[in-house]
């Protein structure tokens, strides 16, 4: 049985991590965030310590690190902008660091934390979880044992609609959260390159406060892409029936399926991770250099090769007075 330490605590994605914690068998001895609606911890570990002042949570954990209760893994869920900091902190401590996507908002912060790797004798996980998924997996054998010099063409389309609050939040700072293809494509990005392999172009049709939109050649694909957090954007089809959410992924215009399965893939990356397995910073580098690259790329607009989606029509920002 393993000892964890969280940071992020009362974000989003914080219960799929407590409930991977314990479905594996291990125990969660404190946890830290700087809000304290974490009542969520009650139905996991409801013993655990928990602080909203780092200093606090870093006294602590500093004291677990003296007794038999040393801290194994710190699993990070905080913002995006905060995880290069918290990763460094769970190295220090001697302990393993499991990290949400993205790992870090650029290519460089990786090698930095490498070199924090080898001084701690440690190791950095991300989680990578399409890499887990069932049909991601069947995807990559069908490419694997197809015709070697086959170039597939691909679209995808994600639109996960959110609210106003979203520009309030640290998600809608650029700066903090990298942006909608940082934000909400980092992990599609990664699936997309360890299925079939590296960038060869890379094109932004459309990258605005609220969507983003491009053009990738990889070394087996022809990918359109498109992301967006705006619910204008929706298929008619699902507006039609009330939802609220897309996701779509074709290949050579036949739909691949991967949206059942996902609440699941947290508890099986733990797994892997505990197994010995796991995926540390290199296979992190292409995703991230990706999104770094997307994020400094000037838009092209609606030409080339581009996704339909791309030509919806553009909204100003909520919070714009022009």
Excluded at 38 to 53: I, L
Excluded at 191 to 211: A, E, P
Excluded at 258 to 263: A, K, L, M
Aim: one cysteine or more.
């Amino acid at each position: 049985m393993n000892n964890f330490a969280l940071i992020g605590a009362a974000g989003y994605i914080a219960p799929r991590h407590m409930k991977a914690i314990k479905d594996t068998g291990n125990v969660l001895l404190a946890a830290y965030d700087k809000f304290d609606s974490v009542g969520v911890m009650d139905s996991h570990f409801p013993d655990a310590d928990f602080f909203t002042e780092f200093e606090r949570f870093d006294r602590h954990v500093e004291k677990l690190k003296r007794t038999e209760k040393n801290i194994d893994f710190v699993s990070i869920c905080s913002p995006n902008y905060l995880h290069d900091s918290h990763i460094r902190f769970g190295l220090r401590v001697g302990a393993n660091v499991i990290c949400e996507k993205p790992l870090v908002l650029n290519p460089w912060n990786i090698e930095a934390l490498s070199r924090v790797e080898e001084e701690h004798g440690t190791k950095v996980y991300n989680i990578l979880q399409l890499r887990l998924h069932p049909s991601i997996i069947a995807l990559k054998k069908k490419v694997e044992e197809g015709p070697k010099d086959k170039i597939y063409d691909i679209d995808l389309a994600y639109i996960t609609s959110r609210g106003h609050w979203y520009y309030t939040s640290w998600k809608g700072d650029i700066s903090k959260s990298g942006g909608i293809a940082t934000n909400i494509g980092v992990h599609f990005y990664d699936m997309l390159t360890w299925v079939f392999g590296k960038v060869k172009k890379n094109v932004v049709h459309i990258h605005t406060h609220d969507r983003a939109s491009g053009y990738f050649e990889l070394e087996k694909a022809r990918v359109r892409w498109f992301l967006s957090i705006n619910a204008d954007t929706l298929p008619e089809a699902v507006k039609a029936r009330g939802g609220r959410t897309y996701r779509s992924l074709t290949m050579e215009g036949n739909e691949i399926e991967f949206s059942d399965g996902f609440t699941e893939l947290h508890t099986h990356s733990y797994q892997h991770i505990l197994d010995g397995n796991g995926f540390g910073l290199e296979e992190a580098r292409p995703s991230i250099e990706i999104v770094h690259d997307i994020r400094h790329m000037d838009p092209i607009g609606l030409k080339g090769d581009y996704h339909p989606l791309a030509a919806s029509e553009l909204t100003k920002h909520p919070f714009s007075s022009k």
